[in-house]
C-alpha cells in the first residue's frame, strides 16, 4: 500500500478514538472566536501569535493537512475565506460537520499534499500548515507548492518536528535510531512504525524545512521553539518542534517603491 494511503487511514483510526488533534471545536468555542477571543496552535503547546496572521478579514486561508474542525472554524470566525485540505476522511468529515452546525461556507478537499496541490497560482493569501510533514518523506515540494499558490506577499505558518524525537526508543530513555528516520528504507523501522500504530514517519532536518522555504524563495520572518508537551524530553525541556512564519516577497511592491 501507498504509505500515504497507510497513514490517512492511520490518522482515521486515531480520530475514532479520540485524538487530541481530531477533536473539533464546540459551539462554544466559535463562538469565543466571533467576539475576538481565540487561539490555535501549530506545535504541540505554544498557541501561535496573534500578530502573525495580520487581519484576516476577506482573506483567503488555506489550511494545508489541518483538517478536523480546530483551525479553520476559528479562521472562519475571524472573517477569513477558508479552504481545507487533508488526507484523512475523519478530519475533512469533521470540518464538514462544524462548517454545517454553525452555518458557514467552507471548501473541504481530501487529498494528498505531496501531490501537486489542486490550486491555480496566487490564489491564497495565508496558508496554515500544522505539524505534519513528519509523515511526508520529501518536505522541499510542498514548499514549492505552497509558494506557488501563495499571493506576493502571502504568509505560510508551519510547525515542524525537527527530528530529535526519531532518536530516542519509545520511553525517551535511550538513543536507539540513528538519523535520518525513513521506514520507507530500513524493513525494521517500518515494522516499527506499524506495530505501535504511529503511521510511517520521517525525520527531517533543518537544513531540509528551513533550507527547502529559502530554497522555494521564502523569507522566515518569526520563529519559536516548543516541546512534545509531555514525555522525558518535555520534562527537561527539550525543544522538539518548531513554529516558523515565512512570507513570500511583494517584488512588485518592492519595485514600485
Not at 476522511?89 to 454545517?100: I, L
Amino acid at each position: 500500500m501507498d504509505y500515504q494511503k497507510k497513514n490517512a487511514q492511520v490518522i482515521d483510526s486515531w480520530c475514532a478514538s479520540g485524538w487530541q488533534w481530531g477533536r473539533p471545536i464546540t459551539h462554544e468555542v466559535y463562538e469565543k472566536a466571533l467576539r475576538g477571543e481565540w487561539g490555535v496552535y501549530l506545535t504541540p503547546t505554544k498557541l501561535v501569535p496573534p500578530e502573525w496572521f495580520g487581519d484576516l478579514k476577506g482573506k483567503r486561508l488555506l489550511g494545508l493537512a489541518s483538517g478536523g474542525g480546530q483551525q479553520i472554524p476559528v479562521f472562519t470566525a475571524l472573517g477569513a475565506n477558508c479552504t481545507v485540505l487533508d488526507y484523512s476522511s475523519k478530519q475533512c468529515e469533521s470540518e464538514r460537520m462544524v462548517a454545517a452546525r454553525e452555518g458557514y461556507p467552507v471548501e473541504v478537499l481530501q487529498a494528498d499534499m505531496t501531490r501537486p496541490l489542486p490550486f491555480a497560482d496566487e490564489t491564497f493569501d495565508l496558508i496554515f500548515h500544522p505539524v505534519s510533514n513528519c509523515y511526508v518523506e520529501k518536505v522541499e515540494p510542498i514548499f514549492a507548492e505552497c509558494y506557488r499558490v501563495l499571493k506576493p506577499g502571502g504568509i505560510l505558518l508551519g510547525g515542524y518536528d525537527i527530528g530529535i524525537n526519531y532518536i530516542f526508543d519509545e520511553a525517551e530513555e535511550r538513543l536507539e535510531h540513528p538519523l535520518p528516520f525513513n521506514p520507507l528504507k530500513d524493513p525494521r523501522l517500518y515494522k516499527l512504525c506499524m506495530d505501535n500504530d504511529s503511521g510511517v514517519q520521517f525525520s527531517h532536518t533543518l537544513e531540509e524545512q528551513i533550507g527547502g522555504q529559502l530554497k522555494a524563495g521564502f523569507q522566515l520572518t518569526h520563529l519559536y521553539e516548543d516541546t512534545n508537551g509531555e514525555g522525558r524530553l518535555h520534562e527537561y525541556h527539550i525543544p522538539s518542534f518548531a513554529a516558523i512564519r515565512a512570507v513570500k516577497p511583494d517584488r512588485k511592491a518592492k519595485t514600485q517603491k
